[in-house]
Nanobody, 124 residues
Framework: QVQLVESGGGSVQAGGSLRLSCAAS????????MAWFRQAPGKEREGVAAIYTGGSTYYADSVKGRFTVSLDNAKNTLYLQMNGLKLEDTAMYYC??????????????????WGQGTQVTVSS
């Protein structure tokens, strides 16, 4: 099992930036993909970005060109650099780690372990 702890959320004005971090501990060698999801009130959890071992990255269309996902293997830490934040980016952001066969990166069911989440609030 992998323990995931997110940090870096907060309140920011539209157009601003935040960097989320997700520190992983435990059996980190077992996972082959990590991702960021978000969930706004009344909406389903949606995939934001993912990174696979080997370095392949995937992004939701709504964040392409604004968000960057990266993984520091030495620190077992996943990052999400968010630039050009918009009101619609407001949500709870979750870190996730997955093992096993590769499936659709944006499916929550593709991930075994989840963090508790960190809130991102974008205001005008």
């Amino acid at each position: 099992q992998v323990q995931l702890v997110e940090s870096g959320g907060g309140s920011v004005q539209a157009g601003g930036s935040l960097r989320l971090s997700c520190a992983a501990s435990g059996h980190t060698y077992s996972y082959n993909r990590m991702a960021w999801f978000r969930q706004a009130p009344g909406k389903e959890r949606e995939g934001v970005a993912a990174i696979y071992t080997g370095g392949s990255t995937y992004y939701a269309d709504s964040v392409k060109g604004r968000f960057t996902v990266s993984l520091d293997n030495a620190k077992n830490t996943l990052y999400l650099q968010m630039n050009g934040l918009k009101l619609e980016d407001t949500a709870m952001y979750y870190c996730a780690a997955g093992t096993g066969p590769f499936v659709g990166w944006a499916r929550p069911s593709a991930y075994n372990d989840w963090g508790q989440g960190t809130q991102v609030t974008v205001s005008s």
